[in-house]
């Protein structure tokens, strides 16, 4: 049995993914976390947070990398980890930290903060030749201005280090790009508690088919698990409001995005990873979109779970372990599988969705998650505004994306003023 130490995690998909997988791996682990509440009021009504199942809990200041790691190391003297994991992409540099401090497996600390923060990112993949968008990083409004007068609207203003599409806009003229550093600007501080990089990056708004490449890497050594479609709406911002796995590609455009993405993970240096890379298939071209060095969220794992058989939870868990992940594949019944999300309009608290039971009934109906009556609902502005998702398989080929969209088309929510 081995004994992990989880620094943090994301409240939604993999903070119940990862307990499990490290249960039924055999394993165990201890939290260690600023604020266990965050966490506890999390949870639904009447019901224990599976992060809560661990063997021990710590409560450190995990936003203080210099005080965390002499603690850590004296915890490890008292209860010897053997990995170091999180799935929350604000302690990912700390976990890839603490598990050098401690010498134990994990990617190098310097590649993970690189593939952290955006602005870094474009950087170190610019400098490889690794395709991109033009790209600049501001430091101020007035270099914002004279950055899009050069690389010329549309464009797209993102924070360098926040995460689910925050504050990720298209603006098309000066005006918009005051109105999006500003509200960016407001918002200093992240749910962490950790103070932004005021830095702001601006991209060339590429156009084509947004995929994501999943895969582990593993001893000096990368394998695409497969290519995940994406749909996004809520513009200006960019906001997914759906996922197939396999994408419904050519082969050729399939495997021209599995190769850049493997390009981009060798740039950054990412190894003894679970990546998430995505990527635009543009007419010149894929271009990378960011480099995510952990597993998909929206649940893209369970996605390719449902398809392959493979559990991309374990496997971060055994890369995390310094062990060769199990990534063959099993037949599983299903040719493809797809998430479609239940995004507000408008804001207010949700009364009801109606045409829950229909849904709930469907042939091939692999998930339905909804939102409860008396939810406080604002406008969807990033991928943190849902109101549920629907998720479906097809046995026969890649018609799961076009089930799932039926399956939403039936779901009606009651939004009503506060």
Same mark, same amino acid.
């Given at each position: 049995?081995?004994?992990?130490?989880?620094?943090?995690?994301?409240?939604?998909?993999?903070?119940?993914?990862?307990?499990?997988?490290?249960?039924?791996?055999?394993?165990?682990?201890?939290?260690?976390?600023?604020?266990?509440?965050?966490?506890?009021?999390?949870?639904?009504?009447?019901?224990?947070?599976?992060?809560?199942?661990?063997?021990?809990?710590?409560?450190?200041?995990?936003?203080?990398?210099?005080?965390?790691?002499?603690?850590?190391?004296?915890?490890?003297?008292?209860?010897?980890?053997?990995?170091?994991?999180?799935?929350?992409?604000?302690?990912?540099?700390?976990?890839?930290?603490?598990?050098?401090?401690?010498?134990?497996?994990?990617?190098?600390?310097?590649?993970?903060?690189?593939?952290?923060?955006?602005?870094?990112?474009?950087?170190?993949?610019?400098? &490889? $030749?690794?395709?991109?968008?033009?790209? *600049?990083?501001? /430091?101020?409004?007035?270099?914002?201005?004279? =950055?899009?007068? %050069? @690389?010329?609207?549309?464009?797209?203003?993102?924070?360098?280090?926040?995460?689910?599409?925050?504050?990720?806009?298209?603006?098309?003229?000066?005006?918009?790009?005051?109105?999006?550093?500003?509200?960016?600007?407001?918002?200093?501080?992240?749910?962490?508690?950790?103070?932004?990089?005021?830095?702001?990056?601006?991209?060339?708004?590429?156009?084509?088919?947004?995929?994501?490449?999943?895969?582990?890497?593993?001893?000096?050594?990368?394998?695409?698990?497969?290519?995940?479609?994406?749909?996004?709406?809520?513009?200006?911002?960019?906001?997914?409001?759906?996922?197939?796995?396999?994408?419904?590609?050519?082969?050729?455009?399939?495997? &021209? $995005?599995?190769?850049?993405?493997?390009? *981009?993970?060798? /740039?950054?240096?990412?190894?003894?990873?679970? =990546?998430?890379? %995505? @990527?635009?298939?543009?007419?010149?071209?894929?271009?990378?979109?960011?480099?995510?060095?952990?597993?998909?969220?929206?649940?893209?794992?369970?996605?390719?779970?449902?398809?392959?058989?493979?559990?991309?939870?374990?496997?971060?868990?055994?890369?995390?372990?310094?062990?060769?992940?199990?990534?063959?594949?099993?037949?599983?019944?299903?040719?493809?599988?797809?998430?479609?999300?239940?995004?507000?309009?408008?804001?207010?608290?949700?009364?009801?969705?109606?045409?829950?039971?229909?849904?709930?009934?469907?042939?091939?109906?692999?998930?339905?998650?909804?939102?409860?009556?008396?939810?406080?609902?604002?406008?969807?502005?990033?991928?943190?505004?849902?109101?549920?998702?629907?998720? *479906?398989?097809? /046995?026969?080929?890649?018609?799961?994306?076009?089930?799932?969209?039926?399956?939403?088309?039936?779901?009606?929510?009651?939004?009503?003023?506060?």
């Amino acid at each position: 049995m081995a004994h992990l130490l989880m620094v943090e995690s994301w409240v939604g998909s993999m903070s119940r993914l990862l307990p499990r997988a490290i249960r039924e791996g055999g394993h165990e682990f201890t939290f260690l976390t600023r604020d266990l509440h965050h966490y506890v009021r999390s949870a639904p009504e009447g019901t224990a947070h599976p992060l809560l199942a661990a063997r021990n809990v710590l409560t450190a200041d995990t936003n203080d990398i210099e005080a965390l790691l002499p603690l850590v190391e004296r915890a490890h003297g008292a209860l010897e980890f053997d990995g170091v994991i999180t799935s929350c992409d604000y302690y990912l540099p700390t976990a890839a930290r603490i598990a050098g401090s401690l010498g134990l497996p994990g990617p190098a600390a310097a590649a993970v903060e690189n593939a952290c923060r955006k602005d870094a990112t474009r950087r170190v993949l610019a400098d &490889a $030749a690794v395709p991109g968008p033009r790209f *600049a990083v501001c /430091a101020d409004m007035t270099e914002a201005a004279d =950055a899009a007068r %050069e @690389i010329g609207y549309p464009l797209v203003l993102k924070p360098v280090d926040l995460c689910a599409g925050m504050f990720v806009r298209r603006v098309d003229d000066e005006s918009e790009l005051a109105r999006a550093y500003r509200a960016l600007a407001d918002f200093p501080v992240n749910a962490r508690g950790q103070r932004r990089e005021p830095a702001v990056l601006l991209e060339e708004l590429l156009r084509g088919p947004e995929v994501s490449v999943e895969t582990v890497s593993f001893a000096g050594a990368a394998q695409v698990v497969g290519v995940t479609d994406k749909s996004v709406g809520g513009a200006p911002a960019f906001i997914e409001t759906g996922h197939m796995f396999p994408a419904a590609l050519a082969a050729a455009d399939a495997e &021209a $995005a599995a190769e850049t993405a493997l390009q *981009a993970l060798q /740039a950054l240096g990412l190894d003894g990873v679970v =990546a998430h890379t %995505e @990527i635009k298939l543009t007419p010149d071209g894929p271009r990378v979109v960011e480099v995510n060095s952990r597993p998909a969220g929206n649940r893209i794992t369970e996605l390719i779970r449902h398809v392959t058989g493979i559990d991309l939870a374990a496997a971060c868990v055994d890369v995390a372990l310094g062990r060769e992940p199990d990534l063959r594949r099993r037949a599983t019944g299903l040719h493809s599988a797809a998430i479609g999300f239940l995004v507000p309009e408008t804001g207010g608290v949700l009364e009801s969705i109606d045409g829950s039971d229909e849904v709930r009934a469907a042939v091939g109906l692999l998930e339905i998650q909804l939102s409860e009556p008396g939810k406080p609902v604002k406008a969807a502005g990033s991928n943190n505004d849902y109101l549920g998702h629907v998720m *479906a398989g097809d /046995a026969g080929g890649l018609g799961a994306r076009e089930r799932v969209e039926t399956l939403l088309s039936a779901l009606c929510p009651k939004v009503v003023g506060r």
